[in-house]
C-alpha cells in the first residue's frame, strides 16, 4: 500500500494497536462460495524517517475456513514479513 486509503477504506473504522492500525471490512458477495469477502489491510505506525518503531512486533490473525478443517494462523510483521500457518504447517 502507498499509504494513501481511497474513500472505499472512509466508512471502516480501524482497530488502534499500539503500532498499527487494522482495517476489516467482510464485502457482502452472493457469487462467492462462502458469501463474500474479509478484506484486511493492516497500516504500520512508522516514524519522521519511515521506519517502523518495532519490526519485530506483529498483527496476529487467526481463522477457520473449508467448514472448519482449515485452520490458520497469519503473523504480519512490521518488516512486511507475512508469516503463515495452516493446520500447523507452514505454507
Same mark, same amino acid.
Given at each position: 500500500?502507498?499509504?494513501? =486509503?481511497? !474513500?472505499?477504506? $472512509?466508512?471502516?473504522? /480501524?482497530?488502534?494497536?499500539?503500532?498499527? #492500525?487494522?482495517?476489516?471490512? =467482510?464485502?457482502?458477495? /452472493?457469487?462467492? /462460495?462462502?458469501?463474500?469477502?474479509?478484506?484486511?489491510?493492516?497500516?504500520?505506525?512508522?516514524?519522521?524517517? $519511515?521506519?517502523? %518503531?518495532? /519490526?519485530?512486533?506483529?498483527?496476529?490473525? #487467526? !481463522?477457520?475456513?473449508?467448514? $472448519?478443517? %482449515?485452520?490458520?494462523?497469519?503473523?504480519?510483521?512490521?518488516? #512486511?514479513?507475512?508469516?503463515? %500457518?495452516?493446520?500447523?504447517?507452514?505454507?
Amino acid at each position: 500500500m502507498d499509504g494513501i =486509503f481511497d !474513500t472505499n477504506w $472512509g466508512c471502516v473504522s /480501524p482497530v488502534i494497536g499500539r503500532y498499527t #492500525q487494522c482495517y476489516l471490512d =467482510f464485502v457482502p458477495d /452472493p457469487a462467492s /462460495p462462502t458469501g463474500g469477502y474479509l478484506y484486511i489491510l493492516n497500516a504500520w505506525m512508522v516514524d519522521d524517517s $519511515g521506519t517502523v %518503531e518495532n /519490526p519485530d512486533c506483529y498483527n496476529l490473525f #487467526q !481463522t477457520v475456513t473449508g467448514s $472448519g478443517s %482449515e485452520r490458520w494462523v497469519i503473523k504480519v510483521y512490521g518488516d #512486511q514479513t507475512v508469516w503463515v %500457518e495452516k493446520n500447523g504447517v507452514v505454507v
